[in-house]
């Protein structure tokens, strides 16, 4: 009987885990171990993009590529994890339970945006989290053309001014206005607990930020929390109200509820403390991969952000090392010292930086035409040809 490896999720961190899997069984000639991937959909949602336009494309088909590579693709979705008798509990596309057993398991389940209890926030807030809340979100855009002119129709608020709320803030102008008209007066308000604007982002991508913000006539209201969301608009904590008929919600992301179910340390948000080959602390038969890792990146004290250039990394070793388990060679420790980020801002262009301190390299149409690369090209999966997509999967490939 053949040896199970179980990845759940396929998302960048569960797909390159497949991918890489399967690379060390092909350069070991083994046909003793079979790869399943379990997940709701047979395709990678190319998350980082749903702040754009026509989101309903952001994917890419996946049943070619696992086919090509001899991995198995389960549809459902896991909702138990047994580490006694090492079996995952999921349903079917039906709503069937079934079961999966497996010798080693790479959790790479991701993450969800965190939506605290704060009252009318379920009912009337937006999101771009998932492609389908992210849908919901543009066929409401397309609707307020059909609404009589208003400020509250002619108002966006976005709650959160991190790297999700501020691309999909600066992103908003222009698609307000394809709807609205090019002579509309839109405003787009980000409101942010940090007392200066992009506090959190740091002094070196800050003045991009600030400039950006002014070039395309957004709005920050710093040092303020969100205290409810109503049909109109949004009530701040110190009583102010914001009319508005589009409200976006950004803030905060949690690792998978699954984390929860496995013994093991968890981080603030809910990610499992792993060691430097990606086995979860106090398992034998455990990776985590992506967003439900809690990973050290170096040895100075820097640890994997949720983001694709991280969950790509982590899941090329995490596949890597949970098939080098099975097989009785040698793992390849997980390290990848270079950070970089690439935000867009709209119209403005973009901004690049490079190193946890964020050094700015490369700003508007140059750092611009960097991020469409990486967006359009970089973070989708490889052409669903065997040695291609095998090579790809190599975990000392770097991935910033």
């Known amino acids: ?11 960048f961190g569960g797909l390159w885990s497949a991918l890489s899997a399967a690379r060390l069984l092909d350069m070991h000639d083994r046909q003793d171990v079979e790869i399943t991937l379990l997940a709701p959909q047979a395709e990678l949602r190319i998350r980082p993009r749903f702040y ?3 989101v309903h494309s952001m994917f890419a088909p996946l049943d070619a590529l696992l086919d090509a590579v001899n991995v198995r693709f389960v549809k459902g979705t896991a909702e138990r994890i047994d580490e006694q008798t090492r079996r995952v509990g999921y349903r079917d596309e039906a709503g069937r339970p079934a079961e999966l057993p497996y010798d080693r398991l790479v959790l790479a389940s991701g993450s969800r945006l965190s939506r605290p209890p704060v009252p009318g926030l379920n009912e009337h807030a937006f999101d771009v989290d998932q492609i389908e809340s992210a849908a919901r979100l543009e066929r409401h855009l397309m609707s307020l053309g059909n609404q009589p002119a208003s400020r509250a129709r002619n108002t966006v608020v976005v709650a959160g001014g991190g790297f999700t709320g501020i691309e999909t803030a600066t992103e908003m102008p222009a698609r307000l206005r394809a709807v609205l008209g090019a002579d ?32 395309l006539g957004i709005e920050w209201i710093t040092g303020a929390t969100v205290a409810s969301v109503d049909a109109n608009g949004v009530t701040l904590a110190d009583g102010r109200h914001i009319e508005s008929h589009t409200v976006i919600w950004t803030v905060g992301f ?37 967003d439900v890792a809690y990973a050290a990146t170096d040895d100075i004290g820097n640890f994997a952000a949720m983001s694709c250039q991280h969950a790509i990394s982590l899941g090329r070793h995490a596949g890597n090392n949970a098939a080098a388990d099975l097989l009785g060679v040698p793992p390849t420790p ?11 801002l709209g119209a403005w262009g973009a901004v690049y930086t490079e190193g946890w301190d964020r050094q700015l390299k490369l700003v508007k149409e140059e750092a611009k035409e960097l991020k469409t690369q990486i967006n359009t090209l ?13 090579a790809a999967a190599d975990p000392l490939i770097p991935v910033a």
């Not at 053949?2 to 999720?9: E, N, P, W, Y």
């Not at 509309?184 to 991009?208: H, K, L, N, T």
């Not at 997980?334 to 867009?344: A, E, F, G, H």
């Not at 970089?378 to 095998?390: E, V």
């Open 254 to 290: 949690r690792a998978s509820p699954l984390t929860e179910q496995l013994t093991g340390e968890r981080d603030g948000q809910g990610r499992l403390h792993v060691d430097g080959h990606l086995k979860v602390r106090g398992q034998d038969n455990v990776f985590a991969a992506g």
């Open 184 to 215: 509309q007066e839109v405003r787009v308000i980000i409101v942010d607990r940090g007392e200066r604007i992009a506090a959190a982002m740091g002094d070196g991508i800050r003045p991009s930020i600030v400039e950006a913000s002014e070039a």
């Open 334 to 344: 997980y390290r990848q010292p270079k950070y970089v980020t690439c935000l867009d």
């Open 1 to 11: 009987m053949k040896q199970q490896l179980l990845v759940i999720g396929a998302g």
């Open 378 to 390: 970089w973070i989708y999966p490889p052409a669903p040809d065997r040695r291609t997509a095998l």
């Open 52 to 54: 754009e336009a026509d």
